[in-house]
């Protein structure tokens, strides 16, 4: 088993849609979570951080991590066709950082 | 700004070569990491370095040899060992420690010709 799965996709929705990408993890020892967003040719950029359980909102975007089911969420709201990207969730403890292999979203205007 | 700037963004080597991929951040960022990106993969580890003339192995070191002379800088060689160095290479850099999340380059693609 991975240490972090993620489904690679490819996502496509309609613009305006709510987007729901999800990651899980084995290793319960894992205390900081993040997404990621990757442009195609570029480098990621960070854009959500949490700390163990709960939620956290910044505008349209809605992380969510469930350590007792060792599950995180990255929710879009109102998608926009410049949120097409690869979002690749990560995950650490300690020094181990682990990245997921991402998942391509495609928002079609 | 402050960021990372990798060079050169494309890079073509021949068969038996080594070549080097430049990373400069001025972030004043203590730590440092080289991460090679394949097609449907995760990100994988090759190089990081904590601190100044000092650096440790990642999950795929073999073929990849780094220094860190100077703070701002980590460049990467690619070995002629490595027998399969085509792919997008990122170096990315943290304040101190992996927890607060990287501040990545905008990457640099290596292909063999």
């Known amino acids: 088993q991975k240490e972090v799965e993620q489904d690679p996709g490819p996502l496509s929705v309609p613009e305006g849609a709510i987007v729901s990408l999800n990651c899980t993890y084995s290793n319960s020892a894992f205390q900081y979570f993040m997404w990621y967003r990757q442009y195609s040719r570029k480098g990621p950029e960070l854009l959500m951080y949490?700390?163990?359980?709960g939620n956290k909102e910044d505008g349209r975007f809605t992380a969510q991590v469930d350590k007792s089911s060792k599950y995180i969420s990255l929710f879009i709201r109102d998608s926009q066709p410049s949120d097409s990207a690869t979002y690749l969730c990560a995950m650490s403890y300690g020094q181990n950082f682990v990245f997921g292999p991402g998942t391509r979203l495609s928002v079609l205007p | 700004d402050g960021g990372i700037t990798q060079s050169p963004k494309y890079l073509f080597r021949k068969e038996g070569q080594n070549v080097t991929l430049s990373c400069e951040q001025n972030?004043?960022?203590?730590?440092m990491y080289w991460y090679r990106q394949d097609p449907g993969q995760g990100l994988r580890l090759i190089y990081y370095s904590q601190i100044v003339n000092d650096f440790q192995k990642g999950d795929i070191a073999e073929g990849y040899s780094v220094s860190r002379e100077k703070k701002e800088s980590f460049p990467l060689t690619v070995t002629s060992a490595q027998k399969n160095p085509t792919a997008f290479y990122l170096c990315a850099s943290t304040p101190g420690t992996y927890n607060y999340g990287y501040t990545f380059g905008s990457g640099t693609r290596l292909t063999v010709v």
């Open positions: 949490t700390y163990s359980s």
């Open positions: 972030l004043n960022h203590d730590a």
